[in-house]
């Protein structure tokens, strides 16, 4: 989420959808795959993801070093 990503889904209209994540996204978001939806004759519908971030709880010290160190770059 700090950095973005591009990621790729299956939903049951679309086998494979690859979509960019923007760096710096928030919880809630919706990010928008045009004509990846529904059949809507004669085009498709939007298909529609919501961003649920899960932030890690139990992180190795090495882990909340590199943190604190991007921290101090930022």
């Avoid at 004759?41 to 010290?61: E, F």
């Amino acid at each position: 989420a700090v950095t973005g990503l591009t990621a790729t889904i299956t939903a049951p209209f679309c086998d494979e959808c690859t979509f960019e994540v923007p760096a710096g996204i928030q919880q809630g978001t919706r990010i928008r795959l045009k004509h990846q939806g529904l059949y809507n004759k004669p085009d498709r519908g939007d298909l529609y993801l919501v961003v649920d971030l899960t932030v890690p709880r139990d992180l190795k010290p090495e882990q909340i070093e590199l943190i604190n160190q991007a921290k101090t770059v930022v």
